[in-house]
């Protein structure tokens, strides 16, 4: 080979943007999956570093929160609420990137074995709840990391915000 | 663009394929490791492993290479084959070179329990684990290197933040 063509170079460019994409998909999970690891872990002290600086987060009924300060103050608040050997399943993630910014939706689970009886902690199996993570992401020097997060619950007893939010409409297949 | 700077390129894009297939060739030599142990294939999981792996689960104790892993399998397999689902889910798996780590979340279900010599059908009960893995390129195939398997709800092994650095959960009194 002597020279480069127009079109090989089109077609490079091409093949390096399709593998961004690629990669880029893969870091965004791992990037959440890592983030319910430390939420079941109880690691709340690190989870404002998986926000971009500006973020903002809607959780249920706790109202919009912005920046990595009450994103922080928000999630360290959750140390406080007892919640005894719950076990979390994420899954059926739909990532789409676009560039530096990428949207996710994914199916969250959480399985609990206890509940508080006259102040005290029984053994109780069986008891679910489903969920809903609707995610925006955005690229920053430090990698991907959630721009916006909205969660709600959506069963056994659904969220009652839940349509006016936008998290009753269909999902893109892809 | 000049040739060099071509072939500089190209050869990046390929060797960032390559790790992209190797990320999903080792999420997939773990969830066929999970299907097999689910259904008792003892005899197909062995291979998985490199000849000097070094494997931790729970208070079996550390197991080093085949030979040692293969007796572990063994009283495993004799312990019985009870209907419980498994899954796998929320993989981090990141690759250098010839070697990789990853961190995955286990639930098993449980649908038997023992009573008076017996068994009895009940649904509800289950665990929940994490494995972290290390893995090497061994010929044309990925094999685990290391496997540290604990549990960590809804009660946590005792060496949990030890051996996987999880703070074991509250303990029901």
């Known amino acids: 080979m002597t020279d480069v063509t127009d079109e090989q170079i089109d077609r490079l460019e091409e093949l390096e943007a399709r593998i961004d994409a690629i990669e880029s998909r893969e870091a965004i999970e791992?990037?959440?999956?890592?983030?319910?690891?430390?939420?079941?872990?109880?690691?709340?002290?690190?989870?404002?570093?998986?926000?971009?600086?500006?973020?903002?987060?809607?959780?249920?009924?706790?109202?919009?929160?912005?920046?990595?300060?009450?994103?922080?103050?928000?999630?360290?608040?959750?140390?406080?609420?007892?919640?005894?050997?719950?076990?979390?399943?994420?899954?059926?993630?739909?990532?789409?990137?676009?560039?530096?910014?990428?949207?996710?939706?994914?199916?969250?689970?959480?399985?609990?074995?206890?509940?508080?009886?006259?102040?005290?902690?029984?053994?109780?199996?069986?008891?679910?709840?489903?969920?809903?993570?609707?995610?925006?992401?955005?690229?920053?020097?430090?990698?991907?990391?959630?721009?916006?997060?909205?969660?709600?619950?959506?069963?056994?007893?659904?969220?009652?915000?839940?349509?006016?939010?936008?998290?009753?409409?269909?999902?893109?297949?892809? | 663009m000049d040739v060099t700077e071509y072939r500089s390129r190209?050869?990046?894009?390929?060797?960032?394929?390559r790790e992209l297939e190797d990320v999903e060739q080792i999420r997939a030599l773990n969830r066929t490791y999970l299907r097999n142990l689910a259904d008792r294939r003892w005899g197909a999981m062995l291979d998985d492993f490199t000849a000097d792996a070094v494997v931790s689960i729970r208070s079996h104790g550390e197991r080093r290479g085949r030979e040692e892993l293969a007796a572990l399998f063994g009283a495993m397999h004799a312990a019985g084959s009870p209907p419980d689902a498994y899954l796998l889910t929320s993989p981090v798996v990141t690759v250098s070179g010839d070697e990789g780590e990853a961190a995955w979340t286990w639930h098993r279900h449980f649908t038997e329990l023992p009573v008076m010599g017996g068994a009895v059908r009940i649904t509800g009960p289950w665990w929940e684990g994490r494995y972290r893995c290390g893995y090497r390129r061994d010929g044309e195939r990925w094999r685990f290197s290391a496997m540290h398997f604990r549990l960590v709800a809804p009660e946590g092994d005792a060496d949990v933040d030890a051996v996987l650095g999880v703070h074991p959960k509250g303990v029901l009194r």
């Open chain 2, 10 to 17: 190209l050869a990046a894009a390929s060797a960032r394929i």
């Open chain 1, 30 to 174: 791992s990037l959440h999956a890592s983030f319910v690891r430390d939420v079941a872990d109880r690691r709340f002290e690190a989870l404002a570093g998986y926000f971009a600086p500006d973020a903002v987060i809607d959780m249920r009924g706790h109202g919009p929160r912005q920046g990595r300060a009450e994103i922080d103050e928000h999630f360290q608040g959750m140390e406080a609420v007892p919640l005894l050997g719950a076990g979390y399943v994420l899954s059926s993630p739909v990532v789409v990137v676009d560039g530096d910014h990428a949207t996710g939706r994914w199916t969250w689970h959480r399985f609990h074995s206890s509940a508080q009886v006259a102040g005290r902690p029984v053994r109780v199996w069986g008891v679910w709840e489903e969920g809903r993570y609707w995610c925006e992401y955005v690229r920053t020097p430090e990698g991907w990391r959630f721009a916006v997060m909205r969660f709600r619950m959506v069963r056994p007893d659904p969220d009652p915000d839940l349509e006016a939010v936008g998290m009753t409409e269909e999902g893109a297949s892809s």
